[in-house]
């Protein structure tokens, strides 16, 4: 059984859209969440695709949404996807230059898989995730959480493959001026779905927190701006590294097999 918290356990799928608690306290929220021991069951993240977008034209999805929403200069092919674009990347701080179907191992993607140097990442991994409680969800509320972009970001090829399926607990970004607004997401996304966290997590969550106590919950449609502008919580300089070294990947979007995020 979910823990009930203060936004409420979605009763369906329609129920979860919209309820990231914005403008909220993190820490208070954070204490609002559920902490318990989380299952070790397999999670069906392969039975889910990126979806269609109602009103778009051509084959446009998911994937391109969040990579028209969290990149600026962006370009289209003949079928309305996202074709390039200009990133700059929360977790490292670098800027990366996305090119559909080109490899880009300069700024953090693979010479051989063609990904751009980016993949769609879920901020809170969607195998963490149906361990901390979206397993006792219907398919179809999954499926929302797959494509909900509240819960999704575009990120470094090379940083997503790292982090792969872990909690704050066991990987967070390695730039310093995101971290609590890494931490802010992770606990509005959990929030948005009652989601649990396991103590470890809990405790990683308040002490990357305690650095930056007047921290508000965000949305992930809130970040590019918030990097643009400087205004992360955790940001001293004001600015985020630019520098544009990367390292490999393994994701790939030449293989629409594996245009998912990878966990």
Not at 106 to 124: F, K, L, P, Y
Request: charged fraction near 20%; hydrophobic fraction near 30%; include cysteine.
């Amino acid at each position: 059984m979910l823990g009930m918290l203060s936004t409420g356990v979605p009763a369906n799928a329609a129920d979860a859209t919209g309820s990231i608690p914005v403008g909220q306290s993190a820490t208070q929220v954070l204490s609002t969440l559920t902490v318990g021991v989380k299952s070790d069951v397999s999670s069906d993240r392969k039975s889910h695709q990126w979806n269609k977008v109602d009103g778009k034209t051509g084959n446009y999805t998911t994937r391109d949404l969040v990579l028209e929403r969290d990149m600026s200069n962006v370009t289209y092919n003949s079928r309305g996807n996202v074709n390039t674009g200009i990133l700059l990347e929360p977790y490292t701080g670098k800027t990366i230059h996305f090119q559909r179907g080109q490899s880009n191992k300069t700024e953090g993607g693979s010479a051989s898989n063609r990904d751009g140097g980016i993949q769609i990442d879920h901020v809170v991994a969607y195998a963490e995730a149906y361990r901390s409680g979206l397993d006792k969800l219907d398919f179809q509320q999954r499926d929302t959480y797959y494509n909900d972009p509240d819960v999704l970001l575009v990120s470094q090829a090379e940083a997503n493959n790292v982090k792969k399926d872990g909690t704050i607990a066991e990987w967070k970004p390695s730039n310093q001026a995101f971290q609590c607004d890494y931490a802010s997401l992770q606990i509005g996304i959990k929030a948005k779905y009652g989601l649990m966290v396991d103590q470890k997590e809990h405790d990683k969550l308040a002490q990357v927190l305690a650095s930056c106590p007047t921290e508000t919950i965000i949305s992930t449609s809130q970040v590019k701006q918030r990097l643009t502008s400087g205004t992360s919580e955790g940001n001293n300089t004001g600015t985020a590294n630019n520098n544009t070294t990367g390292g490999n990947s393994q994701n790939t979007f030449g293989d629409p097999k594996l245009e998912h995020s990878k966990f």
